[in-house]
């Protein structure tokens, strides 16, 4: 007798769905901007940004919804006055030290 094989269902994996305290958002930008990766660090912005409602977080900076999804995408260039007016809108202050 064959036996049946049950398919899996597993969900896509989203990092914002793991952001879920401030402690957990610093944790994971700081983590993210030691890569010395600029891609890297934007895209978790826009981890950071869909975890906190990117829709909100539009009308507070004054871009467009889909403009942030671009710009935050990892594969978007964006200024570095939008990557400010996103961290300012998360309530997060960027911060430079000495290596």
Same mark, same amino acid.
């Given at each position: 007798?064959?036996? $049946?094989? =049950? &398919?899996?269902? +597993?969900?896509?994996?989203? %990092?914002?769905?793991?952001?879920? %305290?401030?402690?957990? /958002?610093?944790?994971?930008? %700081?983590?993210?901007?030691?890569?010395?990766?600029?891609?890297? +660090? =934007?895209?978790?912005? *826009?981890? =950071?940004?869909?975890?906190?409602? /990117? $829709?909100?977080?539009?009308?507070? %900076?004054?871009? #467009? &919804?889909?403009?942030?999804?671009?710009?935050? #995408?990892?594969? *978007?260039?964006?200024? +570095?006055? $939008?990557? #400010?007016?996103?961290?300012?809108?998360?309530?997060?202050? /960027? $911060? =430079?030290?000495?290596?």
């Amino acid at each position: 007798m064959a036996k $049946t094989r =049950v &398919r899996e269902k +597993f969900a896509r994996y989203d %990092t914002a769905d793991y952001l879920e %305290t401030e402690a957990d /958002i610093a944790a994971y930008l %700081t983590a993210c901007a030691e890569e010395n990766d600029p891609a890297l +660090f =934007v895209a978790a912005l *826009g981890d =950071v940004a869909r975890a906190r409602n /990117i $829709t909100h977080l539009a009308e507070l %900076t004054g871009l #467009s &919804r889909m403009g942030l999804y671009k710009a935050l #995408s990892g594969e *978007g260039n964006p200024s +570095f006055a $939008t990557v #400010s007016k996103v961290a300012h809108a998360l309530g997060l202050k /960027i $911060t =430079v030290l000495p290596v």
